[in-house]
């Protein structure tokens, strides 16, 4: 599988500032994601980002809240904007699969603390 | 849209004893279905996955079972170990829509 990272591997924010987590892949990948994983709940998708256009997101999350830029196909970023507490999460990226698209493989995941 | 439910929340197995997570989907659509480990504190990490052309699939003390028809499936570890301590999640998704919806969770605790 590929070498995630992510950056930073953690933070405390306070609120009403913005932070942006950034995911590099080392190899070339059409599909990445983000996903949010608030404490002790389980994985959930905040959006596809897609090389060339704008990112896709799902239902509960819009673009001014989590922009997203994915400018080539190595590396995407996340931004959580306007922060409060409940943003506190772990936040992962994960990219697909070599020739496997179906198949996701995680980043080691930011852990955002907002006060 | 998806929706992946997975039981039990929790589960408390005997060292060396079997231990079995289910979950059960809702769109048919589905065809293919991973399951993740997570440790504390750390990622996601794909153990087993099973596409829909197959009921069963095996790798060393890990199975995953399929039943199409009743759309569940399910996660059996035998001869658990300390090791096998962790966070279990389920997803599905579908060929050409690549999103992955994952089960609540299941946290598995081996007691020596």
């Known amino acids: 599988s590929a070498v995630i990272s992510q950056k930073p591997s953690r933070d405390i924010c306070q609120r009403g500032t913005s932070l942006t987590i950034q995911c590099q892949v080392d190899?070339?990948?059409?599909?990445m994601f983000w996903y949010r994983q608030q404490p002790g709940q389980s994985l959930t998708l905040i959006a596809t980002a897609n090389q060339g256009s704008e990112a896709t997101y799902e239902s509960g999350f819009v673009i001014d809240k989590f922009p997203i830029s994915r400018p080539n196909l190595t590396f995407s970023t996340l931004t959580v904007s306007n922060m409060s507490p409940e943003d506190s999460s772990i936040y992962l990226c994960s990219v697909e699969g070599r020739g496997s698209p179906e198949t996701q493989y995680f980043g080691p995941g930011t852990r955002l603390l907002v006060l | 849209g998806e929706n992946v439910e997975q039981h039990p929340s929790t589960l408390s197995v005997q060292e060396g004893d079997s231990a079995v997570i289910k979950c059960t989907y809702s769109d048919s659509a589905s065809n293919y279905f991973p399951w993740y480990k997570q440790e504390l504190g750390k990622r996601p990490q794909l153990i087993i996955d099973?596409?829909?052309?197959?009921g069963e699939k095996k790798d060393q003390r890990i199975a995953v079972t399929l039943n199409k028809t009743a759309k569940h499936f399910s996660l059996h570890i035998t001869e658990t170990q300390p090791e096998d301590s962790a966070v279990y999640f389920c997803?599905?998704?579908?060929?050409?829509?690549?999103?992955?919806?994952f089960g609540t969770g299941t946290r598995l605790t081996i007691i020596p």
């Open positions: 997803a599905a998704s579908y060929r050409g829509n690549e999103k992955l919806t």
């Open positions: 190899s070339q990948v059409t599909m």
């Open positions: 099973i596409r829909s052309n197959v």
